[in-house]
């Protein structure tokens, strides 16, 4: 089914209505979890826009190669222009975000957010395509929309999230773009963002503090080894709330014993073995925590799940029809 | 004539005070109903005599429900910026956001001077969050508001239909602080389209939350691991107010007064508008304070 081929404001109901329907039929059953294979892993990339994701990502590619793993590459950002990299599976083939834009007639983001709509009702066969070559796949990159809301708080995202961790060993990595979070009051903000991240997925963290090249992120480090020293360098640096500010950084030291943090320069490809290290770190953590939970709750939450998803798809398909809504005023 | 001095000093303390704004920054994330929230906003606002005007912030923007008193886009359009200098939707808007930045005191003071008195701008903002968190675009516009002696709040919305569990619930407050502590400013958390909401059972526990039956939850869902953390997160929801949310349902008048009573509250409207008042009496009742 091609969404491109059909224009005109009945065949969208009729295509809405389409998606919604594939959408239905993606079901990540009970009995994936007994498919599950410990191989690959998937790494999603996710970061604020500008922080260096997809050349991180590209770095990450050619390590692969270099060092024989075998890697497979996916696509989810429908806006960017050109990639250094070639992907296994790209949305851009699929969904064409400029005409999508102009046959939905949306801007810039309803775009980008309709083409990954578009793409997330096709993406139990993406997780199939990977399943059948499970054998001969050591780990599946993953990159997504430039700006990190369209994918970490929209209802495709957690779809597509949620259909790789239920049947993959699933890791979130967060890019951290180091030169912009020196000053400490961006750094917090950054670590609430991936705290954020933590809970809402409920996967394995990894942080990747990107551009290492150009400022080293010896200090991330040291603030996230010692609360002490950051609580200190937050009060030199401004003269914010210090209640609420002392709370946080006592809480965020709690969240940096929980996930792993690595310094990587996708420039200079520094950083790299340390983070497969942490990336094979965080899926044996997933085997035994995640995973293992995900079995107990299997047979719990199933309905749950079922009747969460239908929420979602429902969410879905009032946005198409909003969409609809739109066009039919104008 | 002593009198008519000191008449007259009050006359200038009240118009002084008389020369304040206020402002909302609308935010969150795309898709969490800010635009419909200005507009429903901007309908009540005319429904119960209240001034307000709207100001659009998002050079992405398309559509609009309301009737916009500024616009980002008669500066600068994000369309004009990808297809002049060949930008992605990203670095467009950051070009377009540094660019209202490079024109707050041309520009941005000019379209001010209309909005001076006493009069209440509502800031529809677009939704990408590493304007708040990674650059200080938005916090050196707000810098500014402030000088221009404008009260500013934050309003910050996320879609009521994402909170289905406590892990997501504590997900959307952090995310919450984290454009909370850039802006350094009064900040109200809005659960938007609660008209939406089909099964509504759930999100009072996010709305009144109750730190140790929230608690016990997030460790039943979260490995045991996280024990620690999801005990410092729920004292934090516990000890501060600001990072609670309150529900807004469009359809209901009384929903948007709520909330609008909330944010007043924030950004203490009302106050001066009373001090005006008694100033004015001062001047053109009593014969001074001598008789």
């Known amino acids: 089914m091609d969404p491109m081929e059909s224009s005109g404001e009945e065949n969208f109901e009729e295509e809405s209505h389409k998606l919604v329907d594939s959408l239905d039929k993606l079901r990540v059953d009970a009995s994936s979890s007994s498919n599950f294979k410990k191989k690959p892993i998937i790494i999603i990339v996710v970061g604020m826009a500008g922080s260096g994701k997809t050349s991180f990502l590209n770095r990450l590619i050619c390590h692969t190669f270099d060092s024989k793993s075998r890697g497979y590459v996916l696509n989810l950002d429908p806006a960017v222009m050109s990639l250094p990299f070639g992907a296994n599976i790209d949305i851009r083939d699929t969904v064409k975000y400029k005409e999508v834009m102009k046959q939905y007639n949306l801007g810039p983001n309803g775009g980008i957010l309709t083409s990954l709509n578009l793409f997330a009702t096709k993406f139990d066969e993406v997780v199939s395509v990977i399943e059948k070559r499970a054998d001969q796949l050591d780990y599946v990159l993953v990159d997504t929309p430039g700006q990190i809301e369209i994918f970490t708080w929209s209802a495709s995202g957690a779809i597509i999230t949620e259909a790789f961790a239920s049947t993959f060993p699933t890791i979130v990595t967060y890019v951290v773009d180091t030169p912009r979070s020196t000053s400490p009051i961006t750094f917090m903000s950054n670590m609430l963002y991936a705290c954020s991240i933590l809970y809402k997925t409920r996967l394995p963290l990894v942080l990747a503090f990107n551009k290492t090249d150009v400022a080293d992120h010896k200090f991330a480090l040291e603030w996230m080894d010692d609360f002490e020293v950051f609580q200190a360098a937050l009060q030199s640096d401004n003269t914010y709330t210090a209640t609420l500010a002392n709370s946080l950084s006592l809480a965020l030291f709690e969240f940096y014993r929980n996930i792993r943090s690595v310094g990587v320069s996708a420039i200079s490809g520094a950083g790299m073995d340390d983070f497969f290290k942490a990336i094979e770190a965080s899926a044996e953590e997933y085997m035994e925590t995640y995973k293992a939970d995900l079995d107990k709750r299997k047979a719990e939450k199933e309905q749950f799940e079922e009747e969460r998803r239908g929420k979602e798809m429902e969410k879905l398909r009032k946005d198409m029809e909003n969409i609809v809504c739109n066009l039919r005023t104008l | ?291």
């Not at chain 2, 007259?8 to 800010?34: C, D, E, H, N």
């Not at chain 2, 709207?54 to 009737?67: K, R």
């Not at chain 2, 980002?72 to 070009?95: A, K, Q, T, W």
């Not at chain 2, 939350?209 to 024990?227: D, G, I, V, Y």
Request: glycine share 6%; net charge negative; charged share 25%.
């Open chain 2, 1 to 291: 004539m002593a009198s008519c001095d000191i008449l007259s000093v009050l006359f200038g303390l009240g118009v002084w005070l008389a020369t304040m704004g206020y402002a909302q920054l609308v935010i969150g994330p795309a898709g969490s109903g800010k635009s419909t929230y200005c507009s429903s906003l901007y309908e009540h606002c005319e429904t119960v005599g209240r001034t307000m005007h709207v100001v659009n912030l998002d050079p992405a923007a398309e559509i609009f429900n309301y009737p916009v008193a500024m616009d980002i886009r008669e500066l600068v359009s994000l369309e004009d910026v990808m297809e002049e200098l060949g930008l992605g939707p990203n670095g467009g808007l950051m070009y377009c956001m540094e660019y209202l930045e490079d024109s707050l005191h041309d520009w941005v003071d000019e379209e001010l001077e209309n909005y001076r008195d006493d009069d209440y701008l509502i800031f529809d903002c677009p939704g990408q969050i590493e304007l708040f968190t990674h650059v200080p675009v938005l916090k050196n516009f707000v810098a500014h508001l402030q000088q221009k002696n404008f009260n500013v709040c934050v309003v910050y919305l996320l879609d009521s239909q994402f909170i289905t569990d406590v892990t997501k619930f504590i997900s959307g407050c952090m995310s919450s602080l984290s454009a909370m502590i850039q802006l350094e400013l009064p900040h109200v958390n809005i659960l938007s389209k609660m008209d939406l909401l089909q099964d509504k059972s759930n999100i009072d526990d996010y709305l009144d939350p109750n730190p140790r039956t929230l608690l016990a939850e997030l460790n039943k869902r979260m490995s045991p691991r996280f024990a620690k953390l999801n005990k410092a997160l729920m004292e934090m929801v516990g000890e501060y107010a600001m990072v609670n949310f309150i529900p807004l349902d469009i359809r209901k008048e009384r929903s948007i007064q709520y909330v609008l009573s909330q944010i007043d509250f924030c950004i203490q409207f009302g106050e001066e508008a009373d001090v005006k008042i008694k100033d004015e009496d001062e001047d053109f009742g009593d014969d001074g304070p001598d008789s």
